[in-house]
């Protein structure tokens, strides 16, 4: 089993919808996560993190934390073409405070 | 500010070269780490440096040495590298070795190996 994981995509939205995204993990003594952007070519960005169970809210962005069920989520109101990226989820925690493991990713595709 | 600059951007280097990626931040982050990334594959982690020391070493093969000289900068040196490592390297760093820190990355070094 993996630790991150992470449904590849695409996730296609339209222009003005929300896009859900969903990241699960593995070792219950996870503590933190994180939601970055990646653009083709370009490194992560990150745009969110999140450490306690609820949601957490910035601008467009939403992020929602359930550890009894491990399960983190990303949703991103409103959602633009430049919105059309992958997102990786990333969780700390794990094997030792420094590592941070990163799911595979999923790519979002906003049309117009 | 949270920039990682990582020099060179591009790098084409043969199998016999050796060559050094370069990475520096002023954020006074203490905790410093490498990863590979390959086309359409998630970061993976290579390396953590915490107070300019090593404490994470993920198996890598030793033709890649890291070094941290200072708490600013880390060096990753290649040496006798293969054509399967060609990948984006990325530099990342956060402030500390704590579960409640943030990690930032540079805009990575894409490597070839011929």
């Known amino acids: 089993q993996k630790e991150v994981e992470q449904n590849s995509g695409p996730l296609s939205v339209p222009e003005g919808a929300i896009a859900s995204l969903n990241c699960t993990y593995s070792d219950r003594g996870s503590q933190s996560f994180f939601w970055y952007r990646q653009y083709s070519g370009k490194s992560p960005e990150l745009i969110m993190f999140i450490y306690s169970n609820g949601d957490k809210e910035d601008g467009r962005f939403t992020a929602q934390l359930n550890k009894a069920s491990q399960y983190v989520s990303l949703l991103i109101r409103d959602s633009q073409p430049s919105d059309s990226a992958t997102y990786l989820c990333a969780v700390r925690g794990s094997g030792g405070y420094n590592k941070l493991i990163f799911g595979a990713g999923t790519r979002l595709a906003v049309h117009p | 500010d949270t920039e990682v600059t990582q020099t060179p951007k591009h790098l084409v280097m043969g199998m016999t070269n050796k060559k050094s990626l370069k990475c520096e931040q002023h954020m006074g982050h203490r905790a410093m780490y490498w990863y590979k990334q390959k086309a359409k594959k998630p970061p993976e982690l290579m390396f953590v440096?915490?107070?300019?020391?090593?404490?994470i070493n993920e198996s890598v093969p030793s033709r890649f040495s890291p070094e941290c000289p200072n708490s600013s900068l880390l060096n990753l040196h290649l040496h006798a590298l293969q054509p399967e490592d060609s990948a984006l390297y990325l530099c990342a760093s956060s402030q500390e070795d704590r579960v409640w820190t943030e990690a930032f990355f540079g805009q990575g070094t894409r490597l070839t190996v011929v």
């Open positions: 440096y915490s107070y300019e020391k090593l404490s």
